[in-house]
């Protein structure tokens, strides 16, 4: 049965509305076009606001995701009224962002003011048609040296859920695109119903943009990194002071060589890096552990449990009480 919000009846809910394109093309990843679209849907019906949603793509027709499953889609001439553009992320992206057509037609919209998202990797197109240049941007993860190194000019933010600046929006990876799609909901009907659109969604929660992606430690720690034993060293001994200068010194370099060196391997700076390695093991041992919060906190380098917890909260949006009691009910 469709809890009352969804039943709104289609011929009153298609009249006058904004319009959404979300822009696909060859291997895009299915989530990142179909999560923001049911977000946009439902929330559309739970606000009780018309909507229209379009997909769309260079060519019109039939677009095989990188799963194998296709989406039907129109072409850009059929994007004159679209009032928000998301461009979808995945594996067939390079191809998109180096298509000139493509561009364009991204560019185009930016001039007449349209509020252009993208969707993880979906970064690249706006990067490519000249977008973030200047901006504050994110992506996902797996792909931070590779999108700093070819853009240097974006303020690239790889450790953010998503980030808005003016209106052009980016998100980090896949799911991430369902965070994005429920702020531009709250942007666009108010908090409320994008909270009733989050639970109609069975999601647990709605997460901020500020929020750590915290994937991106498995980034940190790739073996072949440059800092990678320094950074298994610091894991190991998280309760003792982890300052950049201890860093460096350990590193044989100087601060600040090694803070611009450090940034530029992983993405982001040495003590964001220690803080999502303390975040890493506080986790763990919260969820696995009867131990007292204020002896994590002491074990983790964070000190103070208050520290510990507001560290917490932007990272997993619950405190280490919650968490825990979350673990011991699974």
Known sequence: MLPSCLKWHNSHYFG?????????????????????ISVFEVAAR??????????????????RSSSGVEMMARDFKSANAITTLVIAGGAGVTDAARCEATRAFVQRLARRGVRIASVCSGAYVLAEAGLLDGRRATTHWGRTRDFVARYPKVKFEPDQIFTRDDNVWTS???????????????????????????????????????????????ELKTPNGRFGTLLSW???????????????DRAGMSARHFARAFAAETGTTPSKAIERLRLEVARERVQSSREGIELVAEATGFGDPERMRRAFIRAFGQPPQALRRAARAE
């Open 16 to 36: 006058h509305r904004p319009m959404i394109g979300i822009l696909i093309f060859p291997d895009f990843q299915l989530l990142d076009a179909a999560g923001p």
């Open 172 to 218: 980090a990876g896949i799911t991430a695109g369902i965070d994005l799609a429920l702020a531009m909901v709250t942007e666009d009907h108010g908090e409320e119903i994008a909270q009733e659109a989050a639970r109609h969604l069975v999601l647990y929660h709605r997460r901020s943009g500020g929020q750590s992606q915290f994937s991106s430690l498995l």
């Open 46 to 63: 739970c606000a009780r606001k018309p909507l229209a949603l379009r997909v769309l793509a260079l060519n019109a027709g039939s677009v």
């Open 234 to 248: 610091a894991r190991e001994n998280l309760d003792t002071r982890l300052t950049v200068e201890d860093l460096a």
